[in-house]
């Protein structure tokens, strides 16, 4: 039988990272951190199953030496395979949970009454994907003598700056973007089917390459083509290509959860003169934000090199260019930390990694160019290397 | 450039919709309903692209002719695209609202605020995907006099008989989920690394056939192998299969978001005479569950069929053995409102659409083999074409 070996750090990252968190809790008066973003759980326990449609709860207290999952008797295996929790720390509830009147969050509020935390000071996740209004009314009325905190950002912001083993997971993800959008490029002509070319893109996403397979993306491929350009979250549809419509391709690889995300617009056949110049501005404004990036700078004066390059031409000023990302499930690879947008004064430090997609729509059409890029003592690291252009088939 | 046609159903089936959402409105005394599940808001307005990681709120009133969208800034274009919506009922807000101390519920509450709704009854999907603890809070502080009612189940239970327009999306979804469980069954072989057999499948899902392209599913293909099988929520891993072990393969195909989901298990090599055993109880299970099936019998009626025909044997009885399916978006293909099992006294009705997934679970590996089935006059109508049997590759 294969080795379930699906973990993908050693034992004392996860310890670095749980106890970095602690210490942040202490820093707020945190009692209890309640975790529920199944990214921010995968970064500090190791679980990884698509198995977040449920309730899933991970509990850190300050002094601990492991957190507490708290998941679906179904989902056993994936917790003991998948994270370094010892199995006393692997607390199920039963299929009488699921779609119910009772709620795994009474369970959880007795654990934390058990205890002797009931009227203490408790972190959650109110702003995280699958923390539903219920859940957290759940936990409100079992715990009411509780002071509960939004903690949404706190193990977010723990995870902006990357391990280098993080590092090497999305330069490995680069990797499998690179060959995903060749194959995009290849493939998408006119007369070819949308989801044949949607077909070609995930079968390149999931082969990855010899060293690494690939890993669904928070985010399918987005591929709007001609008029849908103009919507930059339409993912394809059963029309085939025509001459003279333009693609965008946004896309990321996957390793270990890590994204490396990647766009570009491909035109088929002789693009309009606006949309070459357009295109343009596009690469020289992207130039000037890479070329400003290095420790020190914020965000927003990263922001400002490509306000600054774009200022006069037929671009308009976008609010937000880019975010920071790493780790990602459905429906987001945004790390929901840092954006390179005015008004965003993080410090950038080594081993952070952002997306940067700036784009331009006009009436009937939209371009966008992305890259991936690490922060580095020196400078950017771009991540992948496809050429930064408008892509046009003839 | 490619048409932009993405609308799959007339304007009056939306319309239908939405009077029977306001009609069971009116029942529960509800002056207002704001809809946030993706598959809601799809099955009302028609919207439909991956934006949902922001927050979309469709409101809906008694009386309109149609609901108000309210999204972010730069999809609106999608929204003009895919809903039926005309653009006065598109309501946008800017990206300082996204990743922010500003929250889109702020607007929505001064709209209602503005139709003099402030202090009605308002309803609220609080245990839907995508409504955050967050959003909740930011709409109970601006809306102090209203009271809010929990809606969750209400629209997904107006979904649950489907129209025969939704019932050929579901037919022609089988068609491809019967086309990637062929692939998948060729291409999974001892040496052959599972992310490529997921590539293979993937290929099958979103080429799709002839008739119609494949869509992304809610769930992506979920492909445990040898002991990984007692874990039914994992993907797959860059490992080769080795000889003599069984790997779970589950898929939906899809079409216009409708999802027809389809398991089977193959054994790679001879499987032991447990697993064949097994296999059979499960078979001879669902079997007599599908004879069952017939409008005017409950779930629980259905379950007691397969746990009266397993009784005695060595598979255990599950406590949820199916549930209604439909539309879906990440992270999950379920309905949310029938459960077949103990108590669910939902009676059948034709055009109802469910998915049927019994599975035993052994030390070191488990067995999954599922049905997807529509109810009609004369029965359950089993949507895909594979045999039902565990599949075994010598």
Redesign the interface.
Known sequence: ????A?RPFPEAEYQDRLRETQHRMEERGLDVLLVTDPANMYYLSGYD?????VPQILIVTPDQQQPVWVGRE?????AV?TTWLDRENIVLY???Y??SELHPMQLVADMVTDWGEASKTIG?E????????????ELRNALPDATLE?T?KLVNEVRMVKSDREVEYHRQAARISERAMEVGIETIEPGV????A???V???????TEE?????PA??P?MP????T?????????????R??PVILELAGVVNRYHSPLTRTIFLGEPPEEARRASNVIVNGLDAALEAVEPGVTCEEVEMAWREEIAGTMVEK???IG?STGIGY???W?E?TA?I?PGDETVLQPNMVFHMIPGVWFD??GIEISESFLVTEDGAEVLADIPRELIVKE
């Open positions: 039988m294969a080795q379930l699906r199953a698509y198995s977040f449609y179904q989902d056993l295996t994936c395979e039963s299929d009488d699921v779609d959650v109110m702003d995280a994907y699958y923390l539903s209004a219920r859940a957290y009314h939004d949404t089917r949308e989801c044949d949607a077909a070609a995930h079968e390149a996403l999931y082969a990855g690494t397979g690939g890993e669904y985010i399918p987005l083509s001609g008029e849908g103009g919507s930059p979250h339409l993912t394809w549809t059963a029309d085939e290509y025509e003279g419509e976008e609010s937000r975010y459905p429906p987001s945004v929901k954006s947008r009937d059409y």
